[in-house]
């Protein structure tokens, strides 16, 4: 049994923008990306994604290219950043980055979710998924993939790099 954690593909958003559980679209290259994309990815015996639409078209396009079908979850949906949704980084209050800088894990200074709470819902259902016997293609966020691989819960463990359209599998 593996879980493989892919994250969706570009966005058509500009650069800096904060965003989470915004709805937003994908880049006018969505079909060249997931194409580029689809021989790479190791085996899966099903499809689970993220209710997010950036999410279920890649899950979409994979599933129609391999014949899977495909299962929504919300618990996989990208952390909610509150009021700071669809606001250039750059535009956020500097006290309230300070405020997430300096309790990582459990400050709110957006209104949203916290990191801690991402990661126990992220650890919750990734630890459902690996109970099913099936190689398991997971159609996912940057959020969700940091906090599967994140090896403890400061701010350092989370910075890992995730690439748009990038993998990584998780076996037992």
Same mark, same amino acid.
Do not use: N
């Given at each position: 049994?593996?879980?493989?954690?892919?994250?969706?593909?570009?966005?058509?958003?500009?650069?800096?923008?904060?965003?989470?559980?915004?709805?937003?679209?994908?880049?006018?290259?969505?079909?060249?990306?997931?194409?580029?994309?689809?021989?790479?990815?190791?085996?899966?015996?099903?499809? %689970?994604?993220?209710?997010?639409?950036?999410?279920?078209?890649?899950?979409?396009?994979?599933?129609?290219?391999?014949?899977?079908? %495909?299962?929504?979850?919300?618990?996989?949906?990208?952390?909610?950043?509150?009021?700071?949704?669809?606001?250039?980084?750059?535009?956020?209050?500097?006290?309230?980055?300070?405020?997430?800088?300096?309790?990582?894990?459990?400050?709110?200074?957006?209104?949203?979710?916290?990191?801690?709470?991402?990661?126990?819902?992220?650890?919750?259902?990734?630890?459902?998924?690996?109970?099913?016997?099936?190689?398991?293609?997971?159609?996912?966020?940057?959020? %969700?993939?940091?906090?599967?691989?994140?090896?403890?819960?400061?701010?350092?463990?989370?910075?890992?790099?995730?690439?748009?359209?990038?993998? %990584?599998?998780?076996?037992?």
């Amino acid at each position: 049994m593996a879980l493989t954690l892919l994250r969706h593909t570009r966005l058509d958003v500009p650069a800096g923008t904060c965003y989470g559980i915004s709805d937003l679209a994908l880049a006018p290259s969505f079909d060249e990306e997931a194409s580029a994309l689809l021989p790479t990815l190791p085996p899966f015996d099903r499809i %689970v994604t993220s209710p997010l639409s950036r999410c279920r078209r890649l899950a979409k396009f994979i599933a129609e290219h391999t014949s899977c079908g %495909v299962t929504q979850d919300a618990r996989l949906t990208e952390m909610d950043f509150g009021r700071w949704e669809g606001r250039p980084w750059s535009g956020i209050p500097r006290p309230e980055i300070d405020a997430w800088a300096a309790d990582f894990l459990h400050a709110r200074p957006h209104g949203g979710e916290s990191v801690a709470m991402l990661r126990a819902r992220a650890l919750q259902v990734l630890s459902d998924y690996r109970r099913h016997p099936d190689d398991i293609l997971i159609v996912t966020h940057a959020g %969700v993939i940091k906090a599967a691989l994140a090896a403890d819960e400061t701010a350092e463990s989370h910075a890992i790099q995730i690439d748009f359209g990038g993998f %990584v599998t998780l076996t037992d």
